[in-house]
């Protein structure tokens, strides 16, 4: 199956900081979602990315299809932004279900 | 608020316990999914229903019993588990186009199995 690799698993800011977290896939997708993960564990859709460029306040993201990546920005982080990020795809046969990265998980200290 | 609810948020069972996880969605969708979330693992696949219809088992130990009995409810019925059947449970929904869907996630019901 597809792999999903998203990188650094870790990541500390200080408030107000900029960040890039990145997500690499080995097929070529049909879907491509960034979600975050909060500390009681419900996931919000942040972006459904599946190529181009999306921007939402103080996140973007761009995905890169030919190239099989996808970048998730966050500017001037707030200590809110703190959790688990996940990328998550579905590929182009049909299969109708995301496979999901490992994630990256974000700290932002005050 | 996604438009998916889990219900209980917090389970903890013994090992020779019967017990069922419910989820439903208010968003219309006709495609539901649970996934599995364990410590240090990446989400994983269980089941996926598209209009009412099982299409994917994802290798699941027959323990965990699905159940959709529309496109709004899905449930999970465990039965006999295991301590390491641990987990963050979470059903999702969407609906399913041409082309890739987006998908909702529930707020997750956490399991303990003693």
């Known amino acids: 199956g597809i792999q999903v690799e998203q990188s650094p698993p870790d990541l500390i800011l200080q408030e107000g900081a900029n960040s890039t977290l990145r997500c690499n896939f080995s097929?070529?997708?049909?879907?491509l979602q960034w979600f975050h993960q909060n500390p009681w564990g419900q996931l919000i859709n942040l972006f459904y990315?599946?190529?181009g460029t999306k921007q939402n306040g103080r996140l973007s993201a761009t995905t890169v299809a030919t190239e099989r990546y996808s970048l998730l920005y966050i500017s001037s982080s707030q200590t809110t932004d703190s959790g688990v990020y996940f990328c998550?795809?579905?590929?182009?046969?049909?299969?109708?279900?995301?496979?999901f990265g490992s994630g990256t998980r974000l700290q932002v200290q005050p | 608020e996604t438009g998916v609810t889990q219900t209980p948020r917090h389970l903890v069972m013994g090992m020779t316990n019967k017990k069922s996880l419910k989820c439903e969605q208010h968003?219309?969708?006709?495609?539901m999914y649970w996934y599995k979330q364990s410590a240090k693992k990446p989400l994983e696949l269980m089941f996926v229903?598209?209009?009412?219809?099982?299409?994917e088992n994802n290798s699941v130990p027959s323990r965990f019993s699905p159940e959709c009995p529309n496109s709004s409810h899905l449930f999970l019925h465990l039965h006999t588990l295991q301590p390491e059947d641990s987990a963050l449970y979470l059903c999702?929904?969407?609906?399913?186009?041409?082309?890739?869907?987006?998908?909702?996630f529930g707020e997750g019901s956490w399991l303990t199995v003693v």
């Open positions: 990315i599946p190529s």
């Open positions: 097929d070529s997708v049909n879907n």
């Open positions: 999702a929904s969407s609906q399913v186009t041409g082309a890739g869907n987006t998908i909702y």
């Open positions: 968003l219309g969708h006709n495609a």
């Open positions: 998550a795809v579905e590929q182009d046969t049909g299969r109708r279900a995301l496979t």
């Open positions: 229903y598209n209009f009412k219809e099982q299409t």
